[in-house]
Nanobody
């Protein structure tokens, strides 16, 4: 059974940092591209970042230069390092196995003073 479990969310002040983790199980992690998406209240889910099998990355325009996606295939985990956080980054962040219907349960990130 495929499982994606996010962690690391929380409340942070503007300008602060958080690191999200997504622990995967139930499939051969190293053979799949992974992604992070987010959904703010009243808005559609949007791309944050993806990382390919070989480590190539792609970012949404609103997070370029501030967020970094990485993966550790030995630990079946994908990470999202978020720096210079803004109130507009407030959302539920989801982990996704690219090309499949597998999503995590999400982790809340709130950026507020």
């Amino acid at each position: 059974q495929v499982q994606l479990v996010e962690s690391g969310g929380g409340l942070v002040q503007p300008g602060g940092s958080l690191r999200l983790s997504c622990a995967a199980s139930g499939f051969f992690f190293g053979r799949y591209a992974m992604g992070w998406y987010r959904q703010a209240p009243g808005k559609q889910r949007e791309l944050v970042a993806t990382i390919s099998i070989s480590g190539n990355t792609n970012y949404g325009d609103s997070v370029k230069g501030r967020f970094t996606v990485s993966r550790d295939n030995a630990k079946s985990t994908v990470f999202l390092q978020m720096n210079s956080l803004k109130p507009d980054d407030t959302a539920v962040y989801y982990c996704h196995r690219e090309g499949y219907i597998n999503w995590g349960q999400g982790t809340q990130v709130t950026v507020s003073s």
